[in-house]
């Protein structure tokens, strides 16, 4: 039996101001392909009594924690939040799906959820000239670990430093020494082992005098925003850093990238940070770049379903992927690229176009990758 | 400056702040009592919001039809001094003995000149260019303008935010139209005048705000042509206003209809907690005519809770939905396109299962709101504001028109949301304090 104290749950959670309304239910994009229903499992809660039994309830780890039900909540309660903390209650007991066994287990032995070996996590740098912090410098580039690992994102992270380079950003990286963020293995309901981590990477940030960072992915720039708790760290996105160089014209672009390119809104970056505007300056910043939006974006741009461990997790529902709508969404706009600043938006959506067929008609990049072209 | 005033030995005035409904009944009242009252409306003309309206639930009275002879009451009273397109700009003094600073915009009109023929507005070269804010935004006029055809006073004002000649200084070879009014009341060189007057008791009246949609930008308002407010809803469905009442939006009849509540309403995200009392009965009686001017089409009403606590409000509601108008308890998350169509994404909590719906008319039930300048106003009268930003009365049950400040009382919408029933007897309530207040102070200076 996984038996949680339900009363206490709802009240911990807030869950009793729920009015029933149902927008968290309409706005998660799961909840049209899963059993998934934020309203149900709230409302469940609420009249179970004392206890609640989270047996066979698998649709519980069908969120991508995208927030949409939180963002469009009027009574301000956080059905994602409450999930993560089901979650919690199962990783408690040791109920866990073995992918997800090994992706925890990976991110305490190597600091990676990739299970892949600590001392190559600087070998995407390959020739690239990159300063350590050891050596001293203004700002870290937090890189991450699909950018430090993932053969298709370490170009991302490799384009920012020539990015960042060109625009006279002193930054340095943590190399070896960095560790995972831990923002996956709190939203998979490690939060034990999430303390650990925030623990250890802000004795290792004191250490060096971090007080400023940029990320390359919005999961690792959120979870240093609003999971660490008051590390007083300036933390930037990336395309923030970028927005602001190309607003600045710091960055001279040699070469013309002249294409029509869509941008796909990352939740983390965008309903969870309200980081929508710097991307689209960045874009259209870059010379060529003809920028279409998609119908749905911004506030009601589309989850790839990468997040909240699902990069791990097929899902109750393997067989229709969100990514698979957003990249006809994205070919329904006429765009050649569909340009995205996630790596893990990035590697759902290029699994969709490979999935689709559609890879004459729509290529996925991230902005970093398009402005590093047109250098 | 100029002191009019009824003290020394006269009988002592009223100030009214707001001409809408309640302001428009708080005067009423008090003139008919047999006290001067100075009636202050900020914008061209008395009416208010309920002079947007086209039904009244639940009766569906024209809404015009029972507010224009209160208009034209309040403008031919004896005892009314109405002070359109100005603004109470200072106040000092006490209960009985108010002077009260009021600002008179220049109209650019000479109002004892102008018949209204609105010959100006057709020779004015924005004609058909400036969106008129009583419809709405749906219908164009000109930059001199009436608001409507029963504004009282009836005459033009000169939008200075649109007029050719007052934002860039010219205005071709000759003013088109100067050139055109035949009563020569068109006067460029107008300032502001201000005027003192000196009251016993003041009654503010100044209504609420409408919640703007695009702070909800999920439900695409601004965005998708097809997504409208109830507002612009009644002045859609208007048989005089802009489009005659025919219900028809971007040049086609719509077919499918969505009505979604308590936009802007009942929402804490949005610091907006309260509930705008007025929307259930609002949309109820614009499905209702959603229904009657729409044959065949398909309406549908998205609700949370169905608040039908006036008198004949269950009925009506009753009566809507066994006319064929269906109700889905889940209140609606976000609006996208699809093709030609418009997708509703919902909820039914009811079935428990998310879906799509399509429309191709989404009706936003907009909620109130305290108005943009609540605090200034406040100032200006030493007003409180409750913590739902609301002018706070002196007891919630038992003193809802006082202000807690001796002489100062408080009447409709800017002490809370309400419907027209709610904010008439409040209003009432309002001139009957201010009565008692008037006759005390009358008391006092037959004994000085």
């Known amino acids: ?375 | 400056m100029s002191a009019r005033s009824g003290s020394n030995g006269k009988a002592p005035a009223a100030l009214v702040v707001g001409g809408g409904i309640a302001g428009i009944q708080a005067a009423l009242d008090i003139a008919d009592a047999g006290f001067q009252v100075y009636l202050v409306e900020r914008s061209p003309s008395i009416g208010g919001r309920m002079a947007q309206l086209d039904k009244t639930f639940p009766t569906l009275d024209c809404s015009s039809c029972i507010l224009t002879p209160k208009m034209v009451d309040a403008g031919r009273h004896p005892n009314i001094e109405l002070l359109t397109y100005s603004e109470v700009s200072s106040v000092s003094g006490q209960a009985g003995d108010f002077r009260v600073g009021i600002k008179k915009k220049p109209r650019y009109v000479d109002v004892d000149k102008c018949r209204g023929c609105g010959l100006c507005a057709e020779a004015c070269r924005l004609s058909g260019r400036v969106p008129s804010d009583f419809n709405a935004g749906i219908a164009k006029r000109a930059a001199i303008y009436v608001p409507f055809p029963q504004a009282v006073p009836l005459v033009y004002t000169v939008d200075p935010e649109a007029c050719v000649y007052l934002t860039r200084g010219v205005c071709g070879k000759t003013f088109k139209c100067k050139d055109a009014c035949p009563a020569d009341a068109i006067d460029f060189t107008q300032t502001e005048q201000y005027v003192e007057v000196e009251v016993g008791a003041i009654v503010v009246a100044t209504g609420f705000d409408v919640f703007d949609p695009r702070l909800k930008p999920e439900l695409g308002y601004g965005f998708y042509p097809e997504v409208i407010t109830t507002l612009e809803f009644e002045r859609y469905a208007s048989a005089s206003g802009p489009t005659a009442g025919k219900i028809s939006v971007n040049g086609h009849v719509p077919r499918k209809v969505v009505f979604i509540q308590c936009v802007g309403s009942r929402d804490r995200s949005l610091g907006l907690p309260n509930c705008s009392r007025v929307c259930c009965m609002a949309v109820a009686k614009q499905a209702h005519l959603a229904h009657d001017r729409l044959p065949g089409a398909e309406i549908t009403v998205f609700y949370m809770d169905i608040r039908a606590f006036g008198k004949g409000f269950e009925e009506f509601y009753d009566r809507v939905r066994e006319e064929g108008v269906l109700y889905r308890r889940g209140n609606p998350s976000e609006i996208y396109r699809r093709g030609e169509m418009l997708v509703v994404r919902a909820e039914d909590t009811l079935m428990g299962e998310a879906l799509e719906v399509e429309a191709d008319l989404v009706v936003l039930a907009v909620g109130m709101l305290p108005r943009r300048d609540a605090d200034q106003v406040a100032q200006l009268f030493g007003l409180q504001r409750g913590t739902d930003g609301y002018f706070q009365e002196e007891h919630p049950k038992m003193s809802t028109v006082e202000s807690g400040i001796p002489g100062v009382f408080l009447a409709g919408c800017c002490q809370g949301a309400k419907d027209i029933p709610d904010t008439v007897a409040h209003a009432k309530a309002a001139a009957s304090a201010a009565l008692i207040s008037l006759a005390r102070t009358g008391v006092n200076h037959a004994a000085n």
């Open chain 1, 1 to 375: 039996m996984l038996q949680i104290d339900s009363r206490q749950f709802a009240q911990e959670h807030d869950l009793y101001a729920c009015i029933q309304c149902g927008k968290c239910t309409g706005g998660c994009p799961l909840a049209l392909k899963t059993r998934l229903n934020p309203r149900m499992i709230i409302y469940r809660l609420l009249v179970a009594g004392n206890g609640f039994n989270l047996e066979g309830r698998d649709e519980l780890w069908d969120c991508t924690t995208c927030s949409t039900c939180y963002s469009r909540c009027p009574k301000q309660v956080n059905p994602m939040e409450a999930i993560i903390a089901l979650r919690s209650a199962i990783v408690e007991k040791g109920r866990v799906h073995p992918n997800v066994k090994t992706a925890l287990e990976s991110t305490f032995r190597h600091g990676n959820p990739l299970t892949m070996p600590r001392e190559d996590r600087a070998k995407w740098v390959g020739d690239l000239p990159v300063k350590l912090m050891s050596d001293g410098a203004e700002m870290l580039y937090f890189v991450g670990c699909s950018p430090s690992y993932d053969p298709r994102v370490q170009q991302v992270a490799r384009a920012i430093v020539r990015l960042f380079q060109q625009g006279g950003v002193d930054f340095g990286i943590l190399a070896e020494e960095e560790s995972c963020c831990g923002s996956e293995v709190r939203r998979l309901g490690e939060a034990g082992l999430f303390e650990m981590i925030a623990e250890e990477n802000q004795e290792l940030f004191k250490g060096y005098g971090i007080a400023r960072m940029f990320t390359t992915s919005p999961h690792c720039f959120n979870a240093f925003k609003h999971d660490y708790p008051g590390n007083g760290l300036q933390v930037q996105h990336y395309t923030q850093v970028l927005a602001d160089l190309v607003e600045r014209r710091q960055i001279e672009f040699g070469r013309k990238f002249e294409k029509t390119v869509t941008y796909h809104d990352p939740c983390y970056l965008g309903k969870h940070n309200g980081v929508f505007d710097e991307p689209r300056v960045a874009l259209r910043g870059i010379p060529g770049v003809k920028l279409v939006e998609m119908d749905r974006s911004r506030q009601k741009s589309l989850c790839c379903e990468g997040g909240g461990g699902r990069m791990w997790l097929e899902g109750t529902n393997p067989g229709t992927r969100l990514a698979q709508w957003r990249v006809q969404e994205a070919l329904d706009t006429g765009a050649e690229i569909l340009a995205t600043a996630c790596p893990f938006c990035l590697l759902t959506l290029e699994e969709a176009v490979k999935h689709l067929n559609v890879e004459d008609r729509l290529r996925v990049m991230d902005i970093a990758e398009i402005a590093a072209q047109a250098l």
